[in-house]
């Protein structure tokens, strides 16, 4: 690898090591229970995501 | 090498690593659906696939993100480099496949546009839990779909190296985006701890081992000490025969190689894919990288015929032991000079070589 990509390697890297860390931690901290309706079969309701 | 669009130049080791992948896929196929449908049995086919495609692609473009700092961090992995592209191609292969069912199943059986319901159905874009995870999923496709569909050489000597590999860095913009389509999608859904657990483990050891990779690569990019226009690279004993040492001249990297009793000094940036061409050894009497096998005469840095790559060379200077290597490189293919006191340079004939020169 030629220079500059490695420094611009190393400067992506050292951003994502901020940002997905704290992605990951925001999605699970602020999900929610997603509200069932018991009187729909389960097969209609799997797969929705 | 020609520039002529070429389909795969298959050899041994790229059936052998192709049939490991696919096997290991269809395995991994197999056992998610059947235990899938054995442990959600409620679960329609469509679904399963549409999870086991993803799964599989997700799984697989953390094997190809992490390929390439292990091999920043040890030889040993440099086998899993050899056809990565391959793993590549396969990876966008299987997302689309996820891609197209989830389309299929999710937003084709309305009136609208499949394409554009995906876009449109969703808005809430300031909502985490309720966030449009899908587009994310899209543009990192999309992603993935210019980057394989570049992949083969072909595209590699007409973009040229330093572009190509700009437009395949977009990868890290992939990954990213699909880590939060499945944060944000599939995990606010299934608050199965493992699912969590996984994503985390595989987030933290692609992004150790790339900055790890990074910052090594960093200290090897610190200056050799340099005066009158020559840099000190190493002792001339501390280059094994057949082998080179790397050092750092005006920004750039040199690989200084020893056979046959000689010293020569090339750019350590092999023309293919820009591998570390000091980091491989001289086989028949050319230079050969550890990447893919391209070939070099080290005392021209030009490819043997029928090739036309050709790297820059460094003079050659011999005091006291010590190899130092002139901080201005001559014209790439030119041949370079050794001089010092205490040795004269000979020459060898050398004869042409083969190598992997092929595709993605």
Known sequence: MIRSIRKRHKVIWIALAFLLPSLFVAALALRHEEPRNDGVPAVASEGAR | MSETYRAVGWNRQKIIYDGIMMGAAALYLMVFIGLGALFRPNATAETLLIRGFGTLAFVMLHVVLIIGPLC??????????????????????????????????????????????????????????????????????????????????????????????????????????????????????????????????????????????????????????????????????????????????????????????????????????????????????????????????????????PFKEKIPTFDVKIEEGRVLVKTIPNPPGSRAGMTGPDREMTRAANGPNSRDQADP
């Not at chain 2, 159905?121 to 309720?130: E, L």
């Not at chain 2, 980057?147 to 890290?172: C, E, G, Q, R």
């Not at chain 2, 090339?266 to 820009?274: L, P």
Request: hydrophobic share 45%; proline share 5%; aromatic share 10%.
């Open chain 2, 72 to 305: 920043r961090i040890s030889p040993k992995f440099l086998p899993l480099l050899y056809n990565r592209r391959h793993l590549g191609v396969a990876t966008f292969i299987f997302g689309s496949a996820h891609g197209v069912f989830a389309l299929f199943q999710f937003h084709a059986l309305g009136n609208v546009n499949p394409l554009v319901s995906l876009l449109i159905s969703n808005t809430r874009y300031t909502s985490i839990p309720d966030f449009p995870f899908q587009v994310l999923g899209a543009l990192a496709l999309l992603i993935l779909f210019v980057m394989a569909a570049t992949s083969h050489d072909f595209w590699l000597k007409n973009l040229t190296a330093p572009v190509w590999k700009t437009i395949h860095t977009f990868v890290y913009v992939a990954y990213a985006l699909l880590v939060g389509h499945v944060l944000l999608g599939v995990l606010q859904a299934e608050t199965n701890i493992l699912l969590a657990v996984a994503l985390g483990t595989g987030i933290f050891l692609v992004v150790a081992l790339h900055i790890t990779a990074a910052f090594k690569e960093a200290r090897q990019d610190e200056e050799s000490e340099s005066s009158v226009g020559f840099a000190d690279i190493c002792a001339m004993q501390d280059i094994p025969e057949n082998r080179a040492r790397i050092g750092t001249v005006s920004g750039e990297r040199v690989a200084v190689f020893r056979t046959g009793g000689e010293v020569y000094a090339v750019s350590n940036v092999c023309q293919h894919q820009n591998g570390p061409l000091g980091e491989g050894k001289i086989v028949d009497g050319c230079i050969t990288c550890p990447w893919h096998g391209f070939q070099y005469d080290p005392k021209t840095g030009a490819s043997p015929p």
